[in-house]
């Protein structure tokens, strides 16, 4: 498999088609698959942002507020308002605001970005990154006749880990995962809980040559990767019912209130 940054594309701007952009600038062939940061599927779409768009209720100002008293700076209620209307949800809202968005991502802040953003003061997720990522697929067919998968990345902290790492958050043109249940190991063992989130371990390797801060490309073409002969599932994000600790931060949040 070859993993290799997609170089030369522009500063897109709202409006622009990142399908096209991409096949201009690229070969591309059957099976490959796109690596495209959500960063830029936004723009396109015009999901920037100023933070006088958004007037700050009684709950973002109290969450600014709490967050500045734990922090010792100063934090914008503005800011606070925005993450609450792009998200579905606050797990927490403090020492941080951990979100879940409207397509089910459970990310710090919303995944709202404040950098790479020059002509607004925010750039917000795509609304359905999966529908985005259909359409460039679509695009890249009609263009080139290549049947290629998309992978809408961004990069997101871990959980018991220093860090961040590209993840999917939306996809098309391939499984979100491989399913090993059924499956038997080495030693002829029955595989029983083994589904591998395969469009996050993409977007970790296209992450690895994009790279990140002022000198990124926003879009990685990884070649030769072959999903084999396993089960298929498009279920990434585990549903709230079982999510424990989901539930547990809730039930923290709720007790330090």
Request: charged share 30%; with cysteine.
């Amino acid at each position: 498999m070859e993993v290799s940054p997609v170089e030369g594309l522009p500063e897109v701007r709202p409006g622009d088609d990142v399908a096209e952009l991409v096949a201009e600038r690229t070969d591309l062939r059957d099976g490959d698959v796109l690596c495209v940061a959500s960063t830029i599927v936004s723009k396109a779409a015009g999901r920037q942002a100023d933070l006088a768009d958004f007037t700050a209720s009684e709950r973002a100002e109290r969450i600014a507020e709490r967050i500045g008293a734990i922090t010792g700076e100063e934090k914008d209620p503005r800011f606070a308002q925005a993450v609450i209307e792009e998200s579905e949800e606050l797990v927490t809202d403090a020492p941080f605001i951990l979100a879940v968005t409207r397509f089910g991502h459970i990310t710090v802040n919303a995944g709202i970005d404040r950098s790479n953003v020059p002509d607004a003061d925010l750039l917000l997720l795509p609304e359905d990154p999966t529908e985005e990522a259909e359409a460039i697929r679509a695009g890249i067919r009609e263009r080139t006749g290549a049947d290629v998968a998309v992978v809408v990345t961004d990069t997101s902290g871990r959980p018991f880990r220093h860090g961040q790492r590209g993840v999917a958050l939306g996809w098309a043109g391939i499984p979100a995962a491989r399913d090993w249940r059924g499956e038997r190991d080495r030693d002829g063992r029955e595989l029983g809980v083994t589904v591998q989130a395969v469009v996050d371990e993409l977007a970790a390797a296209g992450n690895l040559v994009t790279g990140e801060g002022g000198g990124g490309t926003p879009v990685a073409l990884v070649r030769g990767f072959d999903f084999g002969d396993h089960g298929e599932s498009d279920a990434l994000y585990r549903p709230p019912e079982s999510d424990i600790v989901r539930d547990a931060l809730r039930e923290w949040s709720h007790e330090r209130d």
